[in-house]
């Protein structure tokens, strides 16, 4: 599967994702979506697309530990976010709601380019531009719970049947 780069910059906070003011719709997450980037991107709640990648610079994610920021990514269809750094309390947010956060070399993606994901491999292919962007494969543990949909799924999964 593959989907459009949607190029954002360095520092992109939690309230850049999900601005404050919104915030009253925390409990509809649904409508809460419809403001993500609002600000950094007028238009990406309207024309992301299943599939498609949020692509940043260094210190995605930075700013308070609001799990709504990945959250309006996931429900918007994202694929997956992918940064040449995080911050870490944002990073965990998207590996526990089965969001993949990729720390790669973001330089060689532009906005617009069509990118496809190999977790397996290690590898984001950047279809426009014919290149391979490698990162190191997530360990076995976290790619289960990127597979399950989330930690909690996985631990659905993992919970003792009767004895």
């Known amino acids: 599967m593959s989907g459009r780069a949607w190029k954002l910059g360095d520092d992109i906070s939690t309230d850049h994702i999900t601005p404050g003011r919104y915030f009253h719709l925390r409990s509809r997450i649904d409508e809460l979506s419809e403001y993500a980037l609002v600000d950094v991107r007028p238009e990406f709640a309207r024309e992301v697309q299943a599939g498609?990648?949020?692509v940043a610079g260094a210190n995605m994610g930075i700013g308070s530990s609001r799990e709504h920021a990945p959250?309006?990514?996931k429900v918007k269809g994202v694929r997956a976010v992918l940064a040449k750094s995080f911050a870490r309390i944002f990073f965990r947010n998207c590996i526990n709601l089965g969001l993949p956060a990729i720390a790669?070399?973001?330089d060689a993606i532009e906005d617009g380019d069509e990118l496809a994901l190999d977790l397996e491999r290690g590898v984001v292919v950047n279809r426009t531009r014919s290149i391979e962007i490698e990162f190191p494969?997530?360990?076995d543990m976290v790619r289960e719970i990127l597979d399950a949909g989330g930690l909690i799924?996985?631990?659905?999964?993992?919970k003792p049947g009767p004895a």
Not at 153 to 158: D, F, G, N, S, V
């Open 52 to 54: 498609d990648f949020v």
């Open 71 to 73: 959250l309006v990514l």
């Open 104 to 106: 790669c070399d973001t």
């Open 137 to 139: 494969p997530f360990p």
């Open 153 to 158: 799924e996985y631990l659905k999964l993992k």
